[in-house]
């Protein structure tokens, strides 16, 4: 296996600590490009992953009532200015079960490269997930990120999944997310990207509310500049009694960019309830001119405005 | 330093003469408006209004819903759509009538919103260090009656309620050091308890040595004032005393301000 000093340093550029994310303790799965260079699992977490023929299949099990407190650490990355990362994953959470995942993607060097991801993520009866995807680009705009997740939220079950593209240039983000929520179940999906030059944004999450007392929010922030562009297509579907769902969308744009929401409601129960909120504009004057008053010029202002948003 | 309050037809004649444009004494004025006049639209908010805030002082002024006291406020602050279609801004005796907000901020000019916007992202922590260096800023959400271990880490978003986003804001004004703090409404939207929490941020400010420009529809609040001034109609109708103000603004009070109320009463 190659050695880890690549993505060690990789992590402190973007001020993550390795020791946390590598150490001896941190269950975790690090890969560039289809080289795999560490895999490690813990008591209760059992990581296993191969590559083959261009494509990394990876496997996450986080046993049945165990509650894993040290987060499990996917690291994915390309370390060179061409390439591709394919990546099929598994993950399951047995019933009763908890854990935290951080995916660490960091193209930091890419200048034309694709990274994508597969997922199928299943979060079996009582058990809680969430999952942190991080990625990290670099200045040249030339990287297709295409991450794809199909994830199943048993009865009583919760999803928490964040997905942040805040550092460096988008390239090419297509994100597409189906999320089915079991009865009592709670799956909560946020995606903050921040898209400039001629970065281009899609984003499609899909929440289907199946069961009874099912819950689902989808919650996006983007914000584009320059010549950059995005559509944001949320999807909530209530099926069931006592759904309730929202999608809450606000996009910010700036300068030639052009940006789109599409919340889609859709309820074929009577008692199930969903709702949404869409905000596409510049940065609001009143938030604008209130930092203004604290003797922040216009950009400084405007920046931290769109930075809160995207934390 | 304080004076009795003067009637409209009075304030006018004294806004004639050369160094008493203000309606007001202008001995270490701070900020001092000159035959300002604004419109929105089609509609004429400010008028020929005079008004000199001393350096030190706590000024209040009092005015009816729509006798154009935020209007007054964003003017000062040099909000967008604010400019003045007449006279001057001077502040230190420098007009700035063409500064922008952050350059007004700068000077040491600052803004408590009647109702503040909020930030997704940006902790109390961060929002009460913005501009200058604000020191302890537990002290201040102490000064507007919030626990500093319950409040620092939130967001200054919409999981805050409304009072206690209105104390976040007054906090944040303090914490900056203005020279002016101008306090849109500070008592709107809070309960009848916390006025107590804005007389004691009033004594603290006091004691600060900043200068305010507090502005409300309660006459109750002009009494901790240094001096006060009655807006209507978008003019300034009277100026001294706070407790002739407000005897004055009890008396002639409009209910909706049309400027027509105090000038036939």
């Known amino acids: 296996m190659p050695e880890l000093k690549p993505m060690a340093m990789a992590l402190r550029i973007v001020g993550e600590d390795p020791m946390a994310v590598l150490g001896p303790d941190s269950a975790h799965l690090v890969a560039y490009g289809h080289q795999l260079a560490s895999m490690q699992s813990v008591p209760g977490v059992t990581v296993l992953a191969t590559s083959a023929k261009g494509v990394i299949h990876a496997r996450v099990i986080v046993a049945a009532g165990r509650q894993i407190v040290q987060p499990v650490h996917l690291c994915f990355g390309l370390f060179e200015r061409f390439g591709t990362q394919v990546v099929e994953l598994d993950v399951t959470l047995e019933p009763g079960s908890s854990a935290t995942l951080w995916s660490h993607c960091l193209f930091t060097e890419a200048e034309e490269a694709t990274h994508a991801m597969t997922a199928r993520i299943a979060i079996q009866t009582d058990a809680s997930l969430i999952y942190q995807e991080v990625h990290y680009h670099g200045a040249s705009g030339g990287i297709e990120v295409v991450p794809r997740a199909t994830v199943k939220v048993g009865p009583r079950a919760r999803y928490k999944a964040d997905f942040s593209l805040v550092q460096g240039r988008v390239g090419t983000l297509d994100i597409d997310y189906t999320v089915d929520v079991a009865e009592h179940a709670v799956a909560e999906l946020t995606s903050k990207v921040y898209g400039f030059g001629t970065d281009a944004i899609r984003i499609r999450e899909q929440v289907n509310l199946n069961g009874e007392g099912a819950r689902g929010l989808i919650k996006t922030r983007v914000a584009a500049r320059e010549r950059a562009t995005a559509e944001v297509i949320g999807v909530t579907h209530g099926n069931a009694a006592g759904a309730r769902g929202h999608v809450d969308c606000m996009e910010i744009v700036r300068d030639h960019a052009v940006v789109s929401a599409i919340p889609e409601v859709k309820v074929t129960h009577p008692q199930a309830k969903v709702t949404h909120e869409a905000a596409i504009g510049s940065v609001d004057s009143k938030q604008l001119e209130t930092l203004m008053a604290r003797g922040l010029d216009p950009e400084s202002a405007v920046d931290l405005i769109i930075r809160g948003m995207l934390t | ?265």
């Open chain 2, 1 to 265: 330093m304080n004076s009795p309050a003067q009637p409209a037809a009075e304030q006018e004649k004294r806004a004639s003469d050369a160094d008493a444009t203000s309606g007001a004494p202008t001995a270490g004025g701070l900020l001092e408006l000159r035959g300002i006049g604004l419109r929105l639209g089609a509609k004429e908010v400010l008028c020929g209004l005079n008004l000199a805030v001393a350096q030190g002082e706590i000024h209040v002024l009092l005015g009816a819903n729509g006798s154009g006291k935020s209007s007054l406020a964003h003017l000062i602050m040099g909000c967008d759509g604010y400019a003045p279609s007449t006279g001057d801004i001077l502040f230190e005796g420098r007009c700035i009538n063409a500064m922008p907000i952050h350059e007004r901020a700068r000077l040491g000019i600052t803004l408590a919103w009647q109702e503040p916007a909020r930030f997704e992202g940006i902790s109390v922590r961060a929002y009460l260090a913005l501009g200058a260096g604000a020191g302890d800023p537990g002290h201040h959400l102490e000064a507007v009656g919030l626990a500093p271990s319950e409040y620092l880490h939130r967001a200054v978003d919409k999981t805050l309620s409304g009072g206690e986003r209105k104390r976040i804001e007054l906090a944040s004004a303090i914490a900056l050091r203005p020279r002016l703090a101008i306090l849109d409404e500070p008592s709107a939207g809070i309960d009848l308890l916390s006025m107590d929490d804005i007389v004691r941020l009033i004594g603290a400010i006091r004691a600060a040595g900043m200068t305010v420009l507090l502005i409300t529809h309660q006459e109750e609040l002009a009494l901790h004032a240094d001096r006060a001034s009655q807006l209507c109609g978008g003019r300034i109708v009277a100026s001294g005393a706070p407790a002739d103000v407000a005897e004055n603004y009890r008396a002639r009070r409009c209910r909706r301000c049309d400027g027509e109320t105090c000038e036939h009463a």
